[in-house]
């Protein structure tokens, strides 16, 4: 990747250096390459954990995203506009389902009528 070598490294970055990286090169090499942030917070009363807070944030293009197997927003039917549709012939599908199972459901309970009946019959 030749823009890569052109690139100064994170030592040149520094603010001792003689090299001055502008807002679009910092937003490029952490959009390129990522950046995690991750803390816990804790909150304690008389030495007993109330609450717990974990934060993990990951910062990075789509492309390296994507790259990483973090591809969550495409599966997201808030976040994917062709997802909508699909969601409400998922919907409709489980209805269907539901309805074909009560319906096999009384088919079988009749059934079992039925055959009680036949053999009290012949009892």
Request: charged share 30%.
């Amino acid at each position: 990747m030749p823009d890569q070598m052109n690139r100064p490294s994170p030592a040149a970055l520094s603010s001792g250096s003689s090299h001055t990286a502008s807002l679009v090169d910092i937003l490029d090499r952490v959009l390129d390459k990522g950046l995690v942030v991750a803390g816990d917070i804790k909150i304690s009363l008389a030495e007993v954990e109330l609450l717990t807070i974990r934060i993990r944030l990951l910062i990075c293009s789509i492309d390296k995203a994507e790259q990483i197997g973090m591809d969550w927003w495409k599966y997201d039917k808030n976040l994917s506009p062709g997802r909508l549709s699909s969601a409400r012939e998922n919907d409709a599908l489980k209805k269907q389902v539901r309805l074909l199972e009560r319906k096999v459901a009384a088919l079988a309970k009749s059934q079992r009528a039925r055959s009680v009946r036949r053999q009290s019959e012949l009892a």
